[in-house]
C-alpha cells in the first residue's frame, strides 16, 4: 500500500541493480534487505527542498503482503525514523520474553502452559510500562536481567512510622537514586478511574 502517488510504480520501475545491500551500525551488510533511491523518479515539487526518498525491500515472511511505505525525511535522519528500529524493539521485546520464561515451559498440561504464557506476557508488559512510565536514560532500554540485578532484587526495609509504611533503600547502593526516582514518578501518577 502506497501512501503517495508514483512511488509504487516507481519501485516497480527500478532495475535489480538498483538495489544494494544496507549496512548496520557496525558497517557490515545486512543479509536479507536491498535499498534504492527514487528521488528522480518522482514528482517532489510538493515536498521540502533537500528531501530524497529511499525504499528498502526485504525477504517476505510466510504469508505477509507486500507493503511499500515512503519516508519523508532528510537522509541524515532517516536512519532514526525507519520502521526497522521499532521492529528490532518488539523483536527485543519478543526474545526477553524468551529469555524470562518462554523458553522452556515448566508445566505440562496446554491450558497450564497457556496460563504460564499469559503470566510471561503479563510480565513483560508490566516491566515495559514500568521503564516507560518511570524510568528515564539508559535505564528504559535495559533487559529483564539487568532489572532484576540493578532495581528488582535490592535490599530494602519496610518500615512503620507516622502512621505511614515505608521502604527504606540503602543509600550506598549504585542504582538507590534511580530507585527512588521511579518510585516518586509512580506514586505522582493519577490513579485509574
Not at 502517488?5 to 558497517?27: Q, S
Not at 515505608?166 to 527512588?180: F, G, H, T, V
Request: charged content about 25%; hydrophobic content about 40%.
Amino acid at each position: 500500500m502506497c501512501h503517495e502517488p508514483g512511488i509504487g510504480e516507481a519501485i516497480l520501475r527500478l532495475p535489480a541493480t538498483a538495489w544494494t545491500p544496507p549496512y548496520d551500525a557496525d558497517g557490515h551488510t545486512r543479509s536479507g534487505e536491498w535499498v534504492a533511491e527514487i528521488t528522480g523518479m518522482l514528482n517532489l515539487a510538493s515536498w521540502p527542498s533537500g528531501m530524497r526518498v529511499i525504499v528498502r525491500k526485504e525477504r517476505s515472511h510466510p504469508g505477509a503482503p507486500a507493503l511499500h511505505r515512503p519516508r519523508r525525511a532528510p537522509l541524515h535522519l532517516l536512519r532514526h525514523q525507519h520502521p526497522w528500529r521499532a521492529t528490532s524493539r518488539a523483536e527485543d521485546r519478543i526474545r526477553t520474553a524468551k529469555d524470562t520464561g518462554l523458553r522452556n515451559l515448566p508445566l505440562h498440561d496446554f491450558t497450564q502452559k497457556q496460563i504460564w504464557c499469559e503470566i510471561v506476557a503479563l510480565a513483560c508488559e508490566l516491566i515495559s510500562w514500568m521503564q516507560l512510565l518511570a524510568l528515564n536514560g539508559p535505564a528504559r532500554r535495559w533487559e529483564p536481567k539487568r532489572l532484576r540485578l540493578s532495581m528488582f532484587a535490592i535490599a530494602g526495609r519496610l518500615v512503620r512510622g507516622g502512621r505511614r509504611l515505608r521502604l527504606r533503600i540503602a543509600a550506598r547502593w549504585p542504582w538507590a537514586p534511580q530507585i527512588i526516582t521511579a518510585v516518586t514518578r509512580l506514586q505522582a501518577l493519577p490513579a485509574p478511574t
